[in-house]
């Protein structure tokens, strides 16, 4: 699986959009861009992915770059409970399964 | 349950002691996932579980280190001889896996922290 690179923290104050950045330059062209959270004491939770195009969901919505060598999250409207570590995944998506191999993630706070 | 289910959510065990965690995965997911997180680090893949194939054991740490999925639905993950470096949360997800429609979510339940004192 590709490499990512993420900021190990981000603030964010609430009620503004909240943007987190991931490199994942030697990404390949059949790399899905997943990204996941984990609340404090809690397990991961999915968030949103996509391979080519913008998508979006209730959640949040994830621009990729033409080139998909980067990528960004965005949370519109952060809340407090928003604070958690984001983790940006890039994975092949084939019939040997789904693992997904977790870095360290970006700790985004919210602040009020 | 409607979510992926961990028991104990939390053991202490004495060094040399063996534990075992299960999981119960969400009903009809054919995938099974366990990982580990130590304090303050990322999670560590163990090991995977998919339908009846063998299952993928490269992320375990040592020998002490098993898991088993009875009946293609519940696990356990066994540790034996326990070190205080087995200190951690153990994780476990399960996704749904069927040509076509595998986008690849996990859904992780809350996780058994294990203290090795």
């Known amino acids: 699986d590709a490499k990512t690179t993420q900021p190990p923290s981000m603030d964010c104050a609430e009620g503004r959009a909240a943007n987190l950045p991931c490199n994942h330059s030697?990404?390949?062209?059949?790399?899905?861009v997943y990204w996941y959270r984990q609340i404090h004491s809690q397990g991961p939770q999915y968030i949103i992915h996509?391979?080519?195009n913008n998508e979006t969901n209730e959640m949040a919505s994830l621009i990729i770059t033409e080139d998909r060598k980067s990528s960004t999250l965005i949370l519109p409207h952060a809340t407090l409970r928003d604070t958690a570590v984001y983790y940006c995944?890039?994975?092949?998506?084939?019939?040997?399964?789904?693992?997904?191999?977790f870095g360290g993630g970006t700790r985004l706070m919210v602040k009020p | 349950g409607a979510g992926v289910s961990q028991s104990p959510s939390n053991k202490v065990t004495e060094k040399g002691k063996d534990v075992e965690l299960r999981c119960d995965p969400i009903?009809?997911?054919?995938?099974l996932y366990w990982y580990r997180q130590s304090l303050g680090q990322g999670l560590e893949f163990l090991i995977y579980?998919?339908?009846?194939?063998?299952?993928?054991k490269s992320g375990l740490p040592s020998d002490r280190f098993s898991a088993e999925r009875t009946g293609g639905s519940v696990s356990t993950l066994t540790i034996q001889r326990t070190q205080q470096e087995d200190s951690a949360v153990y994780l476990c997800?399960?996704?749904?896996?069927?040509?076509?429609?595998?986008?690849?979510?996990?859904?992780f339940g809350e996780g058994s922290r294990l203290t090795v004192l």
């Open positions: 995944i890039v994975r092949i998506l084939n019939n040997a399964g789904n693992m997904l191999t």
């Open positions: 997800a399960s996704s749904l896996f069927s040509t076509g429609v595998n986008t690849g979510e996990l859904f």
């Open positions: 579980f998919q339908g009846n194939s063998a299952p993928d």
């Open positions: 030697t990404i390949s062209g059949n790399e899905y």
């Open positions: 996509g391979l080519k």
């Open positions: 009903s009809g997911h054919t995938a």
